[in-house]
């Protein structure tokens, strides 16, 4: 069996993302942290967090792990192959968005999982995913 996240670093993850979020004063986040095969771990949202939030943080989580790339890296294939990551997008019945904010989590070279967040800018959701992530000792996947 291969290594996945565990409930107790997802639920870290989470907290610290959240609190990071909190500290610089960003909208308000979800939180997804998904196993390996896609399936959730934990997911929060903050008090007032958009209704589509949660799906977003999902979809950009599972972007990253059905393509084996970090989000970023998704963001700027999608912008030179727009109908290739159309067809993604119909073919994964619409759960994956290559956005920033989506984040392979790594331990001892090993894909464990993906956390994905959604609510303030993708940049600010990515920079709270990995410090969550660090916090959590995982390492996120940036390249």
Request: glycine share 14%; charged share 15%; proline share 6%.
């Amino acid at each position: 069996m291969s290594p996945a996240v565990t409930l107790s670093q997802a639920s870290a993850l989470v907290d610290a993302a959240l609190a990071r979020g909190a500290e610089l004063g960003l909208a308000p986040l979800t939180v997804a942290v998904l196993d390996p095969g896609g399936h959730l771990v934990v997911l929060k949202r903050q008090d007032g967090s958009g209704i589509l939030r949660a799906e977003i943080a999902m979809a950009k989580a599972w972007g990253v792990l059905g393509m084996g790339l970090p989000a970023r890296a998704l963001t700027e294939r999608a912008q030179r192959a727009p109908q290739f990551f159309a067809t993604l997008s119909v073919l994964s019945g619409g759960r994956m968005m290559p956005v920033a904010g989506g984040v392979p989590l790594t331990m001892d070279g090993q894909v464990v999982g993906a956390a994905g967040i959604s609510g303030d800018t993708s940049d600010n959701d990515e920079a709270c995913a990995i410090h969550g992530a660090q916090a959590a000792g995982l390492v996120p996947w940036l390249e």
